[in-house]
């Protein structure tokens, strides 16, 4: 990776909490002086918030293929590398981002059943090289992430509306996806508290990047 910044990626399925920790995070990396780049997926750029609306709250977003919905994202990402994570990581911002190429591999790979290989050529063409040093997998079970993604007070989106099958296959995805690329992802037990969880990801951090951060973690 070109520059002295961090990549950091958050994934998990809904209700897992990522957004909960990665802003207590960046509250901490903040407290620390450094600068900290909050991104979240689709979106992060004016174009990629245009398309996450179309995918998420559309009204004719029900209509939309697999394979559409597959090109939208990867158009999202390829902007969101260009545009602002590689700037960010030149100038040795730690970025943190709230889903990535992972999400494709899971969600449109695995869960729509797309293919494999066409789904990695289009991940590596929208990111050209630019992946991140460490992914925090927020592992919970599907049923119980369900009920959280419930419990929100706000209508669901386009990609909350799918069935329990569905999100099943994007647990079972996400761990087979951990498995394949231990060197990158960890796995956070994401069925406890809040601290719970947070100081797991302290001790992944530490564990994983503190040779590049002069104990930053």
Not at 149 to 161: G, I, P, Y
């Amino acid at each position: 990776m070109a520059g002295k910044g961090i990549f950091i990626s958050f994934e998990g399925s809904e209700g897992c909490g990522k957004s909960t920790q990665i802003l207590r995070l960046a509250q901490r990396m903040h407290a620390l002086g450094r600068e900290v780049v909050q991104l979240r997926e689709p979106g992060g750029t004016r174009i990629g918030e245009t398309i996450r609306h179309l995918l998420k709250h559309d009204e004719q977003a029900g209509a939309m293929t697999p394979e559409a919905e597959l090109l939208l994202f990867a158009a999202s990402r390829a902007q969101l590398v260009r545009e602002v994570i590689r700037p960010a990581l030149e100038r040795g911002a730690i970025v943190l981002c709230d889903r990535f190429l992972d999400s494709t591999t899971v969600y449109q790979g695995v869960a729509r059943r797309l293919e494999a290989d066409q789904v990695a050529a289009i991940n590596r063409f929208a990111v050209e090289g630019t992946l991140p040093d460490l992914t925090l997998l927020l592992d919970l079970d599907a049923a119980k992430g369900r009920r959280r993604a419930a419990a929100r007070s706000r209508e669901k989106d386009r990609m909350e509306q799918e069935g329990a099958e569905f999100y099943e296959a994007v647990r079972e995805g996400y761990l087979m996806l951990a498995a394949a690329h231990p060197e990158r992802i960890a796995i956070i037990d994401a069925s406890g508290n809040i601290e719970t969880v947070e100081a797991q990801i302290a001790a992944a951090l530490k564990l994983r990047l503190e040779e590049r951060t002069d104990g930053l973690f």
